[in-house]
């Protein structure tokens, strides 16, 4: 440790020993205290069993100040990104680092583009699912499967074969996304249209159906492209640390972004927006909302208010903020007038004046509001969590893509607080 370096000194109270660790500071945010040495030096663990100030790798790619409400991608703030860019245009600027030129961008556009199609024994993984298989289900499967049609391409350490499976994934979670929903809703799959842009394709894949003509809604086009740049990437959420886990053992690709469908699929994670419309049925009236409120407040009740709070955010997601202009703008552009908006902005508005979410700083999070827009597009509910896995398939393949490219790459493996029996010996059944 050279002398110039900033250091935090750990004295044990017990013994006077000390142990000076390394502080390392990043671009923007807290620093960090280094402690790969402490177990070396002091026989001690850590312990921060839900990670709560645990910092698990080095990354460049997102930064969020949960205090101020800011999230930026490569320096760029999530509003301006959704405001001015594209999804395939922040893919890239995701996976690269830098926004593309005309050229760079093209060449990007063609290849996600002739990648979106599946191969054709794909269909069949849908048809061995019941047809009220929960999409979620189906997609862990899916992509969890298709690195079995890519033996040409699972080298990890080779540059290109990373970068055609971070193509492929992008392009085909579209695809594989629309076969879920037609599967569910018992309509032929749709092939993809070239000719289209992302958001567009993914649509018509949705929508259309081989009996008639199908015209995109380009503001329904529009915000679905919002939509999918505003869950793209967060940092080291639990879906993406579980990508970096998974291909910290040098898994391939597939099977990385499969254990991230899996994980964001929990209530408490992406699960979330299929759960804000569910809780949002289940309180069915304004003058409920309080009874509500009452038992989100309850520890002996384990319901919790859904699209509430964050680890990070303890002041508005700026996501939901664009949310719920988008909300506004889709069902406008629709011509609906749907009160389950109208019982989310009155339950926002309640909470936000309740002192128990004062106190723990607990704001509408991305989930509240996303699931009103893809109601209002057309999606069911089982296909929310869907539309967030296809988005951050672009943020998991980035980080995992920047993890393997990371010269130190060493298997993810924590310890624990062992407080099981202490060593015992065996007693025959008849003597127990
Ligand atoms: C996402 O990490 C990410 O970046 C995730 C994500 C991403 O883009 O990847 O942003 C996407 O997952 C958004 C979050 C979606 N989940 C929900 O909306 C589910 C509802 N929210 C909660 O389950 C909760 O807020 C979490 C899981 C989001 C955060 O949980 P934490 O950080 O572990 O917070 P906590 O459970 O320790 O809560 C602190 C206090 C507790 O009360 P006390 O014990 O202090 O009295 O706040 C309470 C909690 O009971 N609390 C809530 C609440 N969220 C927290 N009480 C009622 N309703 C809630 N929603």
Redesign the pocket.
Known sequence: MSEQEKTFTLTNDQTGESCKLAVRDGTVGPSVIDIRNLYAETGHFTFDP?F?ATGSCKSRITY?DGDEGILMHRGYMIEELVDKSNFLEVSYLLLYGNLPDKKQYDEFNHNITYHTMVHEQVHHFFRGFRRDAHPMAIMCGAVGGLSAFYHDSLDIWDEKQREISAHRLIAKMGTLAAMAYKYAVGQPFVYPDNSLDYASNFLKMCFSVPAEKYEVNPVLARAMDKIFIL?M????????STVRLAGSSQANPFACIASGIAC?WG???????Q??LEMLDEIGSKDRIPEFLER??D?DDP???????????KNF?P?ANVLKKYADEVLDELGINDPQLELAMELERIALEDE??IE?K?FP????YSGIILKAMGFPVSMFTVL?ALA?TVGWVSQWKEMIEEPSLRIGRPRQLYVGSAQRDYVPMNKR
């Open positions: 839900s709560t969020i869950h990437d967060h940092e080291q959420n639990a879906s993406t964001l209530p408490s994670h992406g699960g979330a927006n759960a804000v989100a407040k520890k319901f919790r208010l859904m699209g509430f709070g964050h680890r990070v955010y997601d996501r128990y979410f723990r607990l999070n991305v989930d509240f967030f951050r």
